[in-house]
C-alpha cells in the first residue's frame, strides 16, 4: 500500500522539479506532457486516498447524488485522463476506444464519485495486466441496455483472469501468481471494494469472461432513471 502513494507522489515532485530547472528551455509541447503526468499522477493519488479512506469507514463525504450522463460524464472523462499513463506505460493510447454513439445512452441519478472509482478501477486494471507485447494492447468501453438494466462492458485483451478465479479476484487482498509475477502494484482491493460500491447501489459488478477479451459489466439498474 505504501507504494501505491509514494509512486505518485515520486512523480508529481520529479515533473514538478524538472519543469522548475528547465521550464524556459523545453518547447510547449513537451512542457504540456510534463503538465498532463502531473494531473495523472494526482488523480491516481486522490483515487489512492478514497480508496484508502473506504478501507478505513473514515470517509466523512456525504453521498452526493445527482443526474449524470454515466458514458459522457464519467467514462470518457476517466479514459481521458489516462491517455497520459498508458503512454508512460509504452501503451499506445488510440487503442482506448468507445463508440461516440454510447455518450448520451446512460442517464441516471447516481453519487458520481464512487462510480467513477468503480470505472477507474477498471480501466487502471486494464492498464497494469496488459500484455508484455505492446502491441496487443486494447481496451474497448460500450454501453448496452436489458429489459432492468443498464450495462456498461469493460474489454481488455491483457493477461487474463484463470479458470477458477472469477470470484476470488473479488475477494479483500487477493492477487493471481501472474500478478505478483509481473510486479503489479496494488493493494488487491480494488475490486472488492468497486463491487461493494456496485451493490450499495442495487447494482453489480461482474466478470463475464475471462480472456482474450477479458470482460467486465458495471450493471446499472433503470430504476436510478428516477430522482431520489
Request: proline share 4%; hydrophobic share 40%.
Amino acid at each position: 500500500m505504501r507504494h501505491e502513494f509514494t509512486a505518485p507522489i515520486t512523480g508529481i515532485r520529479n515533473n514538478a522539479s524538472y519543469l522548475q530547472r528547465r521550464f524556459s528551455e523545453i518547447p510547449a509541447e513537451y512542457r504540456q506532457i510534463k503538465f498532463d503526468d502531473i494531473l495523472v499522477d494526482c488523480e491516481i493519488l486522490l483515487h489512492q486516498v478514497e480508496e484508502l479512506e473506504y478501507i478505513l469507514g473514515k470517509s466523512s463525504r456525504k453521498a452526493d447524488i445527482q443526474e449524470t450522463l454515466v458514458f459522457r460524464d464519467i467514462v470518457i472523462k476517466t479514459m481521458n485522463q489516462l491517455k497520459p499513463f498508458i503512454r508512460s506505460e509504452g501503451l499506445d493510447p488510440s487503442m482506448l476506444s468507445y463508440r461516440p454513439t454510447d455518450a448520451h445512452k446512460i442517464r441516471i441519478y447516481v453519487d458520481r464519485r464512487k462510480l467513477n472509482q468503480v470505472v477507474y478501477n477498471l480501466l487502471i486494471n486494464s492498464i497494469k495486466y496488459a500484455d508484455n507485447d505492446p502491441k496487443t494492447f486494447a481496451i474497448k468501453v460500450t454501453a448496452e441496455e436489458t429489459k432492468d438494466s443498464f450495462l456498461i462492458n469493460f474489454e481488455d485483451w491483457g493477461m487474463g483472469i484463470k479458470k477458477g478465479f472469477e470470484e476470488k479476484i473479488f475477494e479483500k487482498g487477493f492477487r493471481t501468481r501472474e500478478a505478483i509475477q509481473k510486479d503489479v502494484t496494488g493493494s488487491g482491493l480494488g475490486l472488492t471494494i468497486a463491487r461493494e460500491i456496485m451493490r450499495e447501489m442495487s447494482g453489480d459488478l461482474r466478470l463475464v469472461n475471462n480472456s482474450k477479451p477479458t470482460v467486465f459489466y458495471i450493471v446499472l439498474p433503470k430504476m436510478l432513471r428516477e430522482a431520489p
